[in-house]
């Protein structure tokens, strides 16, 4: 069977008048298994999010393919998005709904039956410890609490591909704590998850592969331990620096 | 398309939750409307009739003089006479002042009457400080769309002289005004029947008016050309509230890219939305109609006299069905700018100028002669303004009435598919795209190059209104092109730091060009003649359109040569230089080549600003942006436009009715226009860097 995620030559170019045809992403690819996190490291501009986004449906890719259970991103993207649970810190929620009437909107129009929404949403609220503030409204919530409605929201529906774009910018040592025990969790139940972060601690602590994006191209795709090995460097900052001066050697540029 | 009906029930229950959440835009759109506009109907009404009541029951204090003073006095005598006659007050009171004129201007006299003789009143008054302003009485009357009495040697005048800028003055001049004109009248019938007039003068040759409209079809047609209007300043201030949160809000918020990365689709996020905005202006329009109802009942808003427009349910119901799509337009529009906008604030201020533009074709029941059987039937929401005018004074063209909802559902559809392929714009949606513009010199004249020919048209009305309408043709023509055309265009080149070689498309073109010009332009002219001629036989066209093709506003007095110069070569110069010129640049990457040339040719229409002006020369417009692209030169379109007026001019001269042609030459023409595009077509050298087609992207 084929892996849940699935990224073949991904590949996005915008038009910029003063630059000319800018390559966000240059021919990505990657796959991504049923209980793993992999992680895509890069520095802001690398081209994470644009990845990412291209996999969410936001942007439709230039050339290559991404499919999400096997549903390819262009032609069918509704059930690919029903597939995956998007969560960014630029997702934001609807400020004057409680976190109830969240969890049951976004289970509904994610494709949940009518019958079965307010279970679900009774259950992801006990899973997350919303009961006291189930019935608040989101803007009346803690930042904290609010991480909590998104992260539920996301997987409202039960999607078996999570992608989480930079998840923890933004928050304080806790919440970000907080927010990878969660990502664990989701992988111990065996989802496939695509997790993008410039923040070497989190890639270390969390993903079982790791992708070195630079300049919109993957340099290395592999376990840390397989990184280790290649680079001859036990720090995954070192070895992230190794493939981009790398990279920048190659192209003769600079970062 | 297959649409999800439950996913859109869902995405509209929570548009509209969200919405009903928001105290502060249901205050402010809804609760303040309704409790703000009774109050201060109430207040002026009361406050008004107080004021009626006060003036009516006041004696007002006048004051006489003059070397006629006594003939004055002799008049007010008889007024007093006649008017307790009547039974009723007489309510002047003469006071004896020492200089009337001062006593007027420090408010102890409402107003001076002033007995003089033929010659004293044609002397030009002294203007001093302490003399009320004589344009009150006189300018002041005119204005009003009353005549000076005519002046007659050796016939003393009487000369009210009043204050407009006080009411006790101004209430006191009208009623004095009017007992002055009864004496007058009842001493003329007392001369001619005292010199033997056989009967009683006032029933000589009784003038009768019989109105053979109904009072319910009198009151439809003030009701009908207003009442859409009306309608659509509330569903466009209404929807607003919804549409400019719906969309531009969600972006702000972050809450778009949450949606758009759920599994519901565009077309259902659209659809939702639409019809959450389609909800709220239908019902605050509905609100605010029964509120102005409530307010006639109370009689807080006055209505003319016998006004007596009776809407029976089915023609109720009829109109509610012509309005829901244009209820849907509305919101489409709506939508459209809340998706183009980055922002909450940039939504709210696009939304000014399409509140303009979108009450302006409402406005079509207000031109003179317009009927829904013309070419307004395919104008949308003109065309229901049109026809809800007519239903209201009872006449009911059911083809066209159907033409009509076909129209403006289809209008709505097509602005709700852009309004999907707004959400489907990544530039719009999606942070990454937008970063990666740098915003230059060329990239911020494309965004905003509608936006500065829109000011170029406001300051071309402007002076329309104010400067040319009286100046001589050759004014008008310096003006529109040298200074407004020309000008604007070169400033916006010098502004956002542009190549005038690349703006202008200055480029040399193949020789054969030059003869499909010279073989087109003519063909072009009366190919325009032909096409409004066919679509006559289905839609009426408006004669004045038709006119319009040969219209050549030869100016009389003013040399052939001058002619040509000022109508065909200035025109063909400047007109391209800022059209296919400056604006086909700003646009070529915005729009695919076929509606490029359509927009340019229509914004070119728009700047012809006569009514019946617009559709002849977008048509030309179009032609000559086709030119344009074909050509990739500005030169063949300047020769085609100078040309095609040298033909209207010389048709006009000779006196050839171009809109009195018959089918053969203008299928010849429409034959020989094709063959002047295939030449041109066959030879393309196309405009370069024109909008990647989605292959490229």
């Given at each position: 069977m084929s892996q849940p995620v699935v990224v073949q030559g991904l590949t996005k170019i915008f038009f910029d008048d003063?630059?000319?045809?800018?390559?966000?992403?240059?021919?990505v690819d990657f796959f991504c298994r049923a209980g793993e996190i992999f992680g895509l490291l890069g520095a802001n501009g690398a081209g994470k999010t644009t990845t990412l986004r291209m996999i969410a449906t936001v942007l439709a890719p230039t050339a290559g393919t991404a499919l999400v259970m096997g549903h390819d991103v262009q032609r069918e993207a509704e059930a690919a998005r029903r597939a995956l649970g998007f969560y960014s810190a630029t997702t934001a929620l609807y400020p004057r709904l409680t976190a109830r009437e969240t969890l049951e909107f976004f289970a509904r129009i994610n494709g949940v039956a009518a019958a079965r929404v307010p279970a679900r949403a009774e259950e992801l609220v006990a899973r997350f410890g919303l009961g006291d503030y189930a019935d608040t409204r989101v803007d009346k919530l803690s930042t904290g609490m609010k991480q909590k409605v998104s992260i539920a929201r996301t997987v409202a529906h039960d999607p078996p591909v999570l992608v989480f774009d930079e998840p923890t910018v933004g928050l304080d040592v806790l919440n970000a704590l907080e927010m990878q025990r969660v990502i664990a969790e989701f992988r111990r139940e065996g989802k496939a998850i695509i997790f993008s972060t410039h923040i070497m601690s989190e890639a270390e602590r969390l993903c079982d592969r790791i992708a070195i994006i630079h300049r919109g191209r993957i340099h290395a795709c592999d376990t840390l331990e397989n990184l280790r090995a290649a680079t001859g460097k036990h720090y995954l900052e070192d070895i992230f620096i190794h493939y981009v001066e790398l990279a920048n050697g190659d192209g003769g540029g600079t970062p | 398309m297959k649409v999800d009906w439950s996913a859109v029930a869902a995405l509209f229950r929570n548009e509209m939750r969200h919405l009903l959440r928001d105290r502060r835009t249901i205050v402010v759109s809804i609760f303040l409307p309704l409790a703000v506009i009774p109050v201060m109907l109430f207040s002026s009404h009361w406050l008004e009739q107080r004021r009626k009541a006060r003036l009516e029951q006041a004696t007002f204090e006048i004051s006489v003089e003059g070397s006629q003073a006594e003939t004055v006095c002799s008049l007010l005598a008889e007024a007093e006479r006649m008017q307790t006659a009547r039974g009723e007050a007489f309510r002047f009171r003469e006071t004896a002042v020492a200089v009337p004129l001062a006593a007027l201007a420090e408010k102890r006299v409402a107003l001076v009457l002033r007995g003089v003789t033929a010659a004293e009143a044609l002397v030009a008054p002294t203007e001093g400080a302490d003399r009320p302003e004589r344009g009150a009485g006189r300018a002041g009357a005119r204005a009003r769309g009353e005549e000076r009495e005519p002046i007659v040697e050796g016939v003393p005048v009487v000369e009210v002289l009043f204050?407009?800028?006080r009411d006790d003055s101004q209430a006191a001049a009208t009623t004095m005004r009017r007992l002055l004109r009864e004496v007058r009248t009842e001493r003329r019938h007392a001369v001619l029947v005292a010199a033997g007039f056989p009967r009683d003068p006032a029933t000589v040759l009784p003038v009768t008016r019989e109105n053979l409209a109904t009072s319910g079809q009198v009151a439809g047609l003030t009701l009908g050309r207003l009442v859409t209007a009306l309608l659509l300043l509330f569903m466009l201030s209404g929807g607003a509230v919804v549409a400019i949160d719906s969309l531009a809000g969600e972006k702000e918020r972050g809450t778009l890219e949450t949606l758009l990365t759920s599994g519901v689709g565009r077309q259902e996020i659209v659809l939702a939305k639409l019809l959450a905005i389609f909800s709220v202006a239908l019902l605050i329009a509905v609100i605010q109609v029964a509120n102005l109802l409530v307010y006639v009942g109370f009689e807080l808003i006055p209505v003319p006299a016998g006004f007596a427009a009776a809407v029976p349910p089915q023609v109720a119901a009829l109109l509610f069905l012509l309005y829901l799509p244009v209820t849907a337009l509305v919101a489409g529009g709506l939508l459209l700018l809340s998706g183009y906008a980055k922002s909450y604030k940039e939504a709210q201020l696009n939304f000014f100028p399409v509140f303009l533009l979108g009450v302006l074709p409402a406005l079509a029941p207000l031109l003179p002669g317009v009927s829904l059987r013309s070419a307004v039937v395919l104008v949308p929401i003109a065309n229901a303004a049109v026809a809800v005018k007519e239903i209201l004074v009872g006449v009911f063209d059911w083809p066209l009435l159907l033409v009509t909802l076909v129209v403006n559902s289809a209008a709505a559809a097509l602005v709700a598919r852009l309004s999907i392929r707004a959400l489907s714009n990544e530039r719009l949606i999606s942070p990454a795209a937008a970063e990666s513009e740098h915003v230059t010199g060329a990239v911020a004249f494309q965004r905003h190059v509608l936006r500065n020919f829109a000011i170029m048209w406001g300051v071309l009305l402007v002076a329309a209104a104010n400067?040319?309408?009286?100046?001589d043709v050759r004014l008008q023509i310096v003006i529109n092109l040298g200074v407004i055309f020309l000008g604007g265009t070169l400033l916006m080149v010098r502004a956002y730091r542009l190549d005038p070689r690349e703006v202008f498309a200055l480029r040399p073109v193949r020789p054969v060009v030059w003869l499909a010009v010279l073989i087109g332009a003519p063909a072009g002219l009366l190919t325009g003649v032909g096409v409004f001629q066919l679509a006559n036989h289905f839609v009426p066209v408006p004669p004045e359109m038709m006119e319009a093709f040969g219209e050549a506003m030869l100016p009389e007095g003013l040399p052939f040569w001058q002619v040509v110069i000022f109508l065909c070569v200035a025109p063909g110069i400047v007109e391209e230089l800022t059209f296919r010129g400056a604006l086909l640049h700003g646009l070529r990457k915005r729009f695919h080549p076929g509606v490029l040339a359509l927009v340019v040719g229509l914004v070119f229409g728009v700047f012809h600003t006569s009514l019946f002006r617009i559709a002849p020369t977008a048509f030309i417009g179009i032609m000559l942006s086709a030119v344009t692209l074909l050509t990739g030169s500005i030169f063949p379109a300047m020769l085609w436009h100078a040309l095609n007026n040298l033909v209207a001019l010389g048709a006009a001269r000779f006196g050839v009715p171009l809109e009195g042609l018959d089918a053969p030459p203008l299928v010849a023409a429409a034959l020989i226009l094709a063959a002047a595009y295939w030449i041109l077509w066959r030879t393309r050298c196309v405009y370069p860097d024109l909008r990647p087609g989605r292959g490229r992207q």
């Open positions: 003063a630059r000319g045809e800018v390559r966000a992403v240059d021919g | 204050r407009a800028d400067v040319t309408t009286n100046a």
